[in-house]
Structures are given as structure tokens and as C-alpha cells.
């Protein structure tokens, strides 16, 4: 849709912020200037809120049966490892 079309149609007064104006685009930097400075988001309180359950100890798809089986498929003829501490690189 043109901005032409949208001038035709009406839809450009719906939506005011849309209007090239000095003051919107005063408005747009001030906004945009302004999020560095406001409180972020509190994770923790939020996992409140919502009531999520922390995971008992993260693990691999690979370790997990029910993975393993749903997966057959497209593992099958591979051999498959489980990365242990040896496989990792020191930082």
C-alpha cells in the first residue's frame, strides 16, 4: 500500500502518529532516547507472577529416551556420542 493510497483511503488520519510532522518526529527521538534510562524488566519477579517452575538440571535432547525415540528416524545409521567434559574446550 503507497502512502498515496493511504491519503486516498482515509487511513493516514486513523493513525496521527503516522503524520510527518515536526512534533511526531520530536516525539519518535524523545522515545527512542529515553529507554536506556527506564528500569528494565525484573525477571525474577516476573517468574513470580507467572508462577514458572525453575529446571531441575538442564539437559541434552540426545540424553533424554523419549527424544531418542521420537528421533529414531532421523538418527538412524548414526552413532550418536554424548559430549562429556573431555569434548569441551577450556575457554
Known amino acids: 500500500m503507497t502512502r498515496q493510497t ?3 483511503d482515509g487511513l ?4 496521527p ?3 510527518h510532522t ?3 518526529r520530536m516525539k519518535a527521538f524523545w522515545n527512542f532516547n529515553r529507554v536506556p ?5 525484573d525477571a525474577r519477579r516476573l517468574d513470580r507472577q507467572l508462577a514458572v517452575r525453575a529446571i531441575v538440571g538442564p539437559t541434552l535432547a540426545i540424553e533424554d529416551p523419549q527424544w531418542r525415540q521420537s528421533h529414531a ?3 538412524a ?3 550418536m556420542s554424548i559430549p562429556t567434559q573431555r569434548h569441551v574446550r577450556a575457554a
Open 17 to 19: 502518529d503516522a503524520a
Open 37 to 41: 534510562f527506564q528500569p528494565g524488566v
Open 22 to 24: 515536526l512534533a511526531n
Open 6 to 8: 493511504w491519503l486516498n
Open 12 to 15: 493516514f488520519d486513523l493513525v
Open 73 to 75: 528416524m532421523q538418527m
Open 77 to 79: 545409521g548414526r552413532v
